[in-house]
């Protein structure tokens, strides 16, 4: 068959039938359309046929035979100028399918309208088969608009961040793009029932790896039972599915009832994964419930006691309730994946989707029992993380394992479906808290009992955080797990943190109510941090909020009201971080085990050595991605800022007392802050620095009490995190966990069979994450004083940027029609339901 | 016009008896094909298979491969059959739409989440069972006709019923486009067609003069979901008085309706409110979805005043 490509004629032996993404990325070795979802929903993989933009993984082959296809490689627009720009992408993974789109899009618009701006629905509209995890989604219309009014038909502008058209042009390199010779692909096996013991695994083909753990029990449905390889895809996919499993099957628990089944018996609990970033909470077990940990309650008998006599006299001062939220996918668009390679000389080669490269190095070096110098991470990019890629996950194991066994490097890519159901979620949670002010008005005592439901995971540490709000006052705070034969919760970006603030800040939203008080000026009485002061004085200050409607005086079908939530977040730092620098020519290249996995941690890098070395940016490349550079941080706990920026000027103070001549090579470390670090010694890598970030958001809603509908119309994010190296990135970064905690907020849920256990979300078109035309006008605000103790002013701002948002969503819906949400997402079936009683 | 079936090439229509028709293939490339894939993209250049042709009487004959983005952008059809363009401009993506024909919007499998997922069988897959009804109903069909509980997927085929649209399928003489999905007692597929009988064409009626219509798809996003519920609406107006009504609905059956009470409480001059209540008096909600009944009346109310042009408070 004959195809053009990008204006180059191509003869391919693929089939008819085969996807042309598949055709693309295999057969021509073009990577820039991606097949993130396989179903046609992510427009990763858009190219265009003739001039029309179509979704390449649902296009069979055939029906380009005799075209013109354009892929990302090919296209040379004014909207990619316009992307680089403006900051429309963040891990760029979806990237190239946006750029194909939209530059049909502009082209369209302009010949029809000239250079004027389209209408935000338009655009919308047009770009609504595209989804960005990330949410860069006001980058991208701030993009698409410029390049509507023609202001990209010159030269390129300065790009907001430094790979950014790489990605742009899709010749950025992910993992999933790496095609190495000889290289075989890798599937895994996995189980079909919640609860089982495996009593055979049989499988038509030579090399398989056993991934069950000791006991040889499953316990989800989805999880790993073995691994197989054959040359292509389409052959492994088979083999998997016609593996035969032999089940014992065993009661599985599917719910959280006191009678269910156990999911763990003695021994094999103390194996049970955890969904908690840090320390892993002690905790007694009583059947599938563990907990409680209390020990950071604080007067807790006094606190319990307050709320008992508040309860017995019916004091009005004293707010209770229950609140539930959904368990929530990462899902980022670059599934997981890894390429296994060793060489001839034994070393361990990896290429991994990861957001630790170093720590990946390490876990592998002890796994496979390696000297740590013979084990190579490689992340060149990484399409997205959010907590899910973390250290060595199953595709690493399986893909290193076949690779040995079979004398070839093997990749190993999720499917979306194994994305979704088994590649990490934050935990759903119930929460019961009860809150009481005193006469005052002051807060008296606070009760918080969150049971976590991370599957067969425990560490749900939610209430914890409720210590490091609102003051000094009693309090009992209880994080119990309750598991279920489901699969594993996992870290994810601020873990524990939204469902804590799901409950307490509208907990606060409803004192402020019953105190008849405005809902800021009681959350600025509350809380003691200085920062957040700021912010409250900032928020308060905003015209939409002096102009709030007063909750409940809406009538009429859409209304509108205006919500509030503060969220809090630990300082962390890697302080054995370093920078290298070495001048090559006269270029200054810099070098750290960290990665990028959207946030811009090349961009920081590069930022600061352009102010303090005065070079411009086409002298300045940044590597990183490589786990054999000095140490750098792991992309986990908002730390990357905080750890490599004072360690880059520190090298680049050493480099300028050296000279900047070929050759001269200096180490920065990520020197101490004044006053040192509230840990004595870093634990894993981490101390936990003085000082907490901090962020308030305010969020307009319209709800439609017809159809049940909410939309977010605007969001004000401010946030106190020190100085800003790099402003775009960083905003952009806010933005997107303004993005992230909308989904969370309103359409995020994954579901499962109440029979089985099986994963039912488990396509992006059932699984909803936001699009673009739920994107809300976002403002962002940063307030960079209370910072100069740390060295650089500035801490990380990716998990306080997105963890109180919901609440502020729901505390607006509450403004909008006196009606309180308490149950995550909030549905349209849920909204009709509450609104109607 | 026909499309002229003795022009099929019989090799094709032989092959489609043992495969799955693919047109653009938006649905069969995402799920297991019950067979080979069978191309029918060949036939494109028959006549009457693709794009809009005007009939002497002012009507439309749609080639069943005609893209959804063709019939969207169509500026005689937005005129002639508003309905049927409102309704092809909502549905999917622009990628999808451009590549989507209207045979395979009509004949595409359901979206069940359970039909979906090769982890279960049920009645549309070979199985004798429906695993929806004991587990999650969140999206099922509210209106429960039959062993399967998967909403109909197909949004044209509400706008095409409102029409009083035909289907030319060869071998058999026009058939009402009801008559491809029936009941909705056959829990075991989403159409009727036979294996290997190939749809061709739609046969729309004259238009209306003073047609005003309006379709809306209820969905908790924005854009690009499949519907909770969806509903289209055309009516003429005679001052103000309505003097004809055609309301379809989706998502809540196991087929593509027509909602008669509603019409006839329309031209009799019932309020909207109280006509678009009429549809509760159908619903047999599960345990999990009973909002679609108080979905489905907003939605229908919500087509009837944009196209009657009452402004919504």
Not at chain 1, 105 to 133: K, N, Q, S
Not at chain 2, 36 to 58: A, E, F, K, N, Y
Request: charged share 20%; glycine share 10%; hydrophobic share 40%.
């Amino acid at each position: 068959m004959k195809i053009m490509v990008n204006g180059v004629p191509h003869e391919t032996d693929a089939g008819r039938d085969d996807p042309v993404v598949d055709v693309l990325r295999d057969g021509l070795g073009l990577t820039g359309a991606k097949a993130a979802c396989r179903t046609g929903v992510c427009g990763a993989c858009t190219i265009a046929v003739d001039g029309t933009p179509q979704a390449s993984c649902l296009l069979p082959a055939a029906a380009v035979e005799g075209r013109a296809v354009t892929t990302a490689e090919g296209l040379d627009h004014p909207v990619q100028r316009a992307f680089a720009a403006h900051d429309g992408l963040q891990c760029g993974y979806c990237t190239p399918g946006f750029v194909v789109e939209a530059a049909a899009f502009v082209d369209a618009w302009r010949a029809e309208h000239g250079d004027v701006t389209p209408p935000r629905d338009r655009i919308a509209a047009a770009l609504a088969g595209h989804l960005c995890r990330c949410g860069a989604y006001a980058g991208i219309y701030a993009a698409v608009e410029a390049a509507c009014r023609g202001e990209h038909d010159g030269e390129a502008a300065a790009p907001a961040r430094v790979e950014a058209m790489e990605k742009i042009t899709g010749h950025a390199r992910y993992t999933t793009d790496v095609r190495l010779d000889g290289q075989l692909e890798g599937a895994i096996i996995r189980s079909a029932q919640a609860h089982a013991r495996v009593t055979s695994v049989e499988v038509d083909h030579a090399h398989v790896v056993d991934l069950l753990p000791p006991d040889r029990i499953v316990r989800y449905v989805g999880q790993p039972i073995a691994a197989v390889t054959a040359p292509t895809r389409q052959e492994v996919l088979a083999i998997a599915e016609s593996a035969r499993i032999g089940y014992e099957p065993l009661p599985a628990a599917l719910d959280d009832a006191p009678d269910a089944p156990p999911v763990y018996d003695e021994q094999s609990r103390k194996h049970a994964p955890s969904s908690s970033e840090g320390l892993t909470l002690p905790g007694g077990w009583n059947g599938n419930v563990r907990g409680p940990f209390s020990g950071v309650s604080r007067r807790s008998r006094t606190a319990v006691n307050r709320i008992e006599a508040a309860r017995r006299r019916a004091d009005p001062l004293l707010v209770t309730g229950t609140f539930s939220t959904a368990v929530q996918v990462h899902t980022p668009l670059e599934p997981h994946a890894c390429v296994a390679r060793w060489d001839e000389r034994g070393d361990l080669h990896l290429y991994l989707s990861t957001q630790t490269v170093a720590l990946a190095a390490e876990q592998a070096a002890k796994r496979w029992k390696l000297d740590a110098s013979r084990v190579h991470v490689v992340a060149d990019h990484v399409g997205g993380g959010f907590g899910a890629k973390s250290g060595i996950t199953v595709e690493a194991v399986a893909a290193v394992e076949l690779a040995r066994l079979c004398r070839a490097p093997v990749r190993v890519v999720l499917s979306r479906a194994e994305e979704l159901t088994d590649a990490g979620s934050r935990p759903g949670s119930r929460t019961r808290i009860a809150l009481l002010a005193d006469g005052g008005g002051e807060l008296s005592a606070l009760a918080m009992d969150v049971h976590g439901r991370g599957g067969v995971a425990i560490g749900s540490s939610a209430a914890l955080l409720a210590r490091l709000m609102y003051g000094t006052a009693p309090r009992r705070l209880r994080d119990f797990d309750i598991v279920t034969n489901e699969p594993p919760g996992t870290p994810f970006r601020g873990p524990g943190a939204p469902p804590m603030l799901w409950a307490l800040e509208q907990a606060v939203d409803e004192m402020a109510h019953r105190l008849d008080e405005d809902p800021i000026v009681l959350r600025r009485r509350w809380d003691g941090n200085p920062k957040r002061h700021a912010l409250y004085d900032w928020a308060a200050a905003l015209p939409i909020w002096r102009d709030r409607p007063r909750t409940g005086s809406r009538s009429g079908r859409f209304r509108r009201g205006v919500g509030v939530a503060a969220a809090n977040w630990m300082y962390l730092v890697a302080p054995a971080t370093k920078v290298e620098l070495e001048v090559e020519g006269d270029t200054v290249v810099a070098r750290t085990a960290t990665q990028d996995i959207g946030t811009g941690a090349r961009t920081v890098i590069a930022g600061v050595l352009a102010e303090e070395l005065g070079l411009p940016a086409d002298r300045i490349r940044v590597e990183i991605g490589r786990s054999g550079f000095v140490p750098g941080p792991p992309a986990l706990g908002s730390r990357t800022t905080a750890s490599v920026a004072p360690a880059a000027r520190d090298a680049a103070r050493l480099l300028r007392a050296q000279g900047l001549r070929p050759g001269a090579k200096v180490v920065g470390r990520r020197r101490g802050d004044r006053g040192g670090y509230l840990t004595p010694f870093p634990v894993h890598g981490m101390a936990l620095g003085r000082g907490f970030s901090g962020a308030v958001h305010v969020t307009e809603v319209e709800v439609d009490t017809r159809l049940g509908t909410i939309r977010p119309l605007r969001v004000w994010g401010g946030i106190a995190a020190g100085r800003i190296y790099a402003e775009r990135p960083a905003r952009n970064q806010c933005e997107g966990g303004i993005i992230q905690g909308l989904g969370y907020a309103l359409y995020e849920e994954r579901r499962t069979d109440p029979v089985t256990g099986t994963v039912l979300t488990a396509g992006l078109d059932d699984y909803h994450i936001p699009g673009i035309g739920d994107t809300p006008e976002m403002t962002i605000h940063f307030h960079q004083d209370g910072w100069e103790h740390v060295n650089g002013h500035g801490v990380g701002l990716g998990e306080v940027s997105t963890v109180g948002v919901a609440a502020s969503v729901a505390n607006a819906v509450h403004n909008a029609t006196g009606w309180r949400p308490h149950d995550l997402p909030i549905r349209p079936d849920r909204l009709l339901e509450g609104i109607s009683r | 016009m026909t499309v002229p079936t003795d022009l099929l090439p019989a090799d094709l229509l032989l092959a489609a008896r043992d495969g799955e028709p693919r047109a653009g293939g938006t649905d069969l490339m995402s799920r297991p094909a019950a067979g080979p894939h069978v191309d029918l993209t060949g036939l494109r250049d028959l006549p009457g298979m693709s794009g809009i042709t005007w009939q002497p009487d002012g009507s439309a004959h749609i080639g069943a491969l005609t893209t959804i983005a063709d019939l969207a952008r169509d500026a005689r059809l937005r005129a002639a059959y508003p309905a049927l363009a409102l309704t092809a401009q909502a549905l999917a993506t622009p990628q999808i739409r451009a590549v989507a024909t209207v045979g395979g919007n009509l004949l595409q499998r359901n979206r069940c989440r359970y039909y979906r997922n090769p982890a279960f069988t049920c009645h549309q897959n070979g199985g004798n069972s429906c695993p929806a009804r004991a587990g999650d109903t969140l999206y099922a069909a509210v209106i429960d006709t039959g062993p399967c509980l998967a909403p109909h997927p197909s949004s044209l085929a509400m706008a095409l019923l409102t029409y009083d649209a035909s289907v030319q399928v060869h071998d058999r003489g026009p058939l009402p486009i009801a008559s491809l999905y029936g009941d909705g007692s056959d829990p075991s597929r989403d159409h009727l067609l036979d294996p290997g009988e190939l749809l061709l064409a739609i046969h729309l009626p004259p238009p209306v003069a003073g047609e005003r219509a309006a379709y809306h798809r209820a969905t908790g996003r924005s854009e690009a979901e499949w519907p909770l519920v969806e509903a289209v609406a055309r009516v003429v107006l005679d001052g103000t008085r309505i003097s004809h009504a055609a309301v379809g609905a989706g998502g809540v059956a196991r087929v593509p309706l027509r909602l008669g009470e509603v019409e006839e409480a329309v031209l009799a001059g019932e309020p909207f409110t109280a006509a678009a209540a009429l549809t509760a008096a159908r619903c047999t909600p599960a345990s999990g979805n009973a909002y679609k009944v108080t979905l489905l009346a907003g939605t229908v109310l919500e087509v009837l005043e944009q196209a009657a042009g009452t402004s919504a408070s």
